[in-house]
């Protein structure tokens, strides 16, 4: 080794290491100083009322005391539902542990667990949201479908009870729909005796793909078929009977909920004989021309006037500046980024909505249930931090 490499280690690596053991006597009690300030932060809003300041609402049950509170039960309680969460997970895991059990088996013991004991323990087991944000008063009562409409959720077990999953709403929101969950035995079996039934036609809410033998279908043509189901529905039996071609008697909708490769999946195992459903761009986003402000636009302002306010709250606006362009984004983009990367991506309930309003399904009704999953986005969203927002 030459000489002026030895002299290029020392200045490179030896003299810097040597001034930071300089420098660490004098960090240490700088580092203890912010130590004491956070502890002593940390305790003033324990104590008092905090001071107007950036915060989610996590902030607000920062603290066993305060979690319990919001909760509505004790620091106690919150321990015990915990334990008994944690020693379902654990019989599970054991019970997985067995060798001889089939992947198929596996697979139900899991839903199962997911179904008795959701994602979270202190999740709504109705809306699906964190128990101090639950928005299941905003459904006192379901919308009827349209005569002759059926909506199916057909969930992957990895988004049953998810927080940030917005298909489960739909269950609150509309009547008749039903919640299935892929890979429980008896949500399998019901999946199955629905696509066997000659009185259904089953419509998956899922683009058919080019260059394939799927079947495609479009609103318009639901639209006939609906019709024609009302007015079969109207007859009476012997003028059915004398019919040489059966017809069926509801349109039942489904809808894959889950992410968007999981969802392929899905979707992949269903008979080439269900028609698929794909939407426009212009009917997915068909309330952006006077609904909602943009969704990106809300994440982006924090600004503190009335306005704003109303937005985090997820309340439905109406655009004051007709050259405002309209909203291309999905309602959910606040919680989560689509993976697909197309320029439609929505959410489940966006994608149902937007179904069901083609059908039939009025649009006071269509704007309510959005305005519902998109205060149940917004409010997750303060919950977890990502959203932050002034105190008063």
Known sequence: MTFDAILRILVVVVLPCTSLVHHIPRLRPRADANLVNLESRRDANLDSTPSPRRTSLSDLVSSPE??????????????????????ASLDLYE???NGSLSGTQRHAYQCQHRLDNGRHPFVCAKCWSYLPVCVCSDFPKPFELPAGIELVVWVHHKEWGLSSNTGGLLALALQPCTLLMKGL??????MTALLSD????PVLLWPARDRTDDIATSLSDLRQVRTTVSSENSRDYGESCRDSA???KRIVLIAVDATWSGAAKMVSKFPKSVARLGLSESELFWESEG??????ENSRSSSEDDDAASR??????????ASEQPRRQSLLAPLRKHSSGGSSDVCTAEAAVAALRGIGLGEDSCREILRVVKKKIDLTAR??????????
């Open 66 to 87: 305060r979690y319990a509170a919001a909760l509505n039960v004790t620091p106690e309680e919150v321990l015990a539902t915990q334990t008994k969460r944690l020693e």
């Open 95 to 97: 019970t997985l542990r």
């Open 185 to 190: 035995p008896e949500h399998d079996a019901h």
């Open 198 to 201: 000659p009185d259904v036609k």
């Open 246 to 248: 059966p017809q069926p």
């Open 291 to 296: 609904v909602f402000k943009s969704c990106a």
């Open 312 to 321: 985090r709250e997820g309340e439905l606006l109406v655009e004051s500046d």
């Open 383 to 392: 919950y977890r931090g990502k959203i932050t927002y002034i105190e008063n």
